[in-house]
């Protein structure tokens, strides 16, 4: 025990940055990753007013169980590095983290890759391949949740990677990264082929998306590999801990990303008149967001649209597209309005 000025201060371990560290960045990268999901939210509440009402109800109830994780994760925060501060004795229990980090984390990603498996077999008309992506979904929650009893009952932290904890997170990672893997790999199929079917505006629209899916697949599947790797060192350090407080806002985020990646965003010409429902003109210099059911711009260009076929200079023109949204039929229909430069769209 070391004495200051009269106070008696609990004596630090050598290894003190190593336990410490990887929860601290765990905690710090959770809180960013649930900064950008809510800024997600926002733009898909924004921009997919008419989305189905299961669309709807996979990103609430998602960012539902987001937000318990984060006031959970929030609250070990504060007990560990505030009201706890110094007591190791405290910092290695586990208290509500079997809770909080492997089962609400499996429940997002079994949410994710079900709704991956749901977009497969839409596109795909196959039910092979989906069923794989959902099968192995379905074992990486158990997994999760077998993770989750083996913390509960161990306890501890530092007696937690032990051989059981090593099976349970090899099953709920190992095959949490092959299912990502597989949903990468033939989303990317799938929508490349399609892409060929479809005329130039959905082939812009296809590329962003595969685009995403390959980049957000491949993410989810490189930190289930390194929380995998991380749990099953010999050293049996705590590194898994920053993984693994974010791997959950991982999964949600790619999951947003590529619902959000079905928007466009289009620039409305400035100072460009536009038919108001009054017949007088209204001037804008927005900028209009292309979504399947309206338009996010000036009030002015939904009026103009009413009154497109009898507004003078105002041409509608229409064009069949292919859209990659299982929840559209394939003769979705992308309406354009054009006066003196400016575009607004409607699908």
């Known amino acids: 025990m070391a004495t200051i000025a009269n106070s008696t201060y609990p004596e630090i371990p050598a290894d003190v940055a190593a336990r410490t560290g990887p929860r601290l ?119 999760a949740i077998s993770t989750a009893v083996v913390q509960k009952h161990t306890g501890l932290i530092t007696l937690l990677l032990g051989h059981n904890y090593s099976i349970s997170a090899g099953i709920w990672n190992g095959t949490s990264a092959l299912c990502d893997v597989i949903i990468a790999s033939s989303m990317t199929y799938y929508l490349s082929r399609r892409g060929t079917e479809a005329m130039t505006p959905t082939k812009m629209i296809l590329k962003r998306i595969t685009a995403l899916v390959i980049e957000t697949g491949t993410i989810t599947a490189m930190v289930a590999i390194v929380n995998l790797v991380l749990s099953v060192l010999p050293s049996k350090p705590s590194y898994f801990l920053a993984s693994s407080l974010t791997l959950g806002k991982v999964y949600s985020n790619s999951m947003m990303a590529v619902l959000n990646g079905r928007m466009r965003v289009d620039e409305l010409t ?78």
Not at 30 to 46: E, M, S
Not at 76 to 88: Q, V
Not at 89 to 112: C, K, M, N, Y
Request: net charge negative.
């Open 25 to 143: 960045l765990g905690f710090m990268f959770h809180w960013g990753l649930f900064g950008a999901l809510c800024v997600q939210i926002y733009i898909y509440h924004l921009a997919f007013q008419k989305d189905p009402i299961q669309n709807k109800a996979l990103v609430y109830t998602v960012f539902v169980i987001e937000l318990a994780q984060t006031v959970f994760f929030t609250q070990s925060a504060f007990y560990i590095f505030a009201s706890g501060y110094g007591d190791f004795a405290d910092f290695e229990q586990i208290r509500f983290t079997w809770f909080s980090a492997p089962l609400l984390t499996g429940i997002v990603a079994f949410i994710a890759q079900s709704f991956y498996a749901y977009r497969i077999r839409v596109l795909s008309r196959s039910y092979i391949v989906a069923g794989i992506t959902a099968f192995l979904a379905l074992v990486q929650l158990g997994g």
């Open 270 to 347: 400035d100072g460009t008149t536009l038919a108001s429902p009054s017949g007088n003109a209204g001037t804008s210099s927005a900028t209009a967001v292309r979504y399947r059911n309206g338009v996010v711009s000036h009030p002015g260009l939904e009026e103009a649209y009413e009154m497109s076929k009898a507004a003078d200079g105002i041409k509608v023109t229409r064009e069949e597209l292919v859209f990659p949204d299982p929840d559209r039929a394939s003769d979705t229909r992308n309406e354009e309005l054009d006066h003196g430069g400016a575009k607004g769209f409607l699908v």
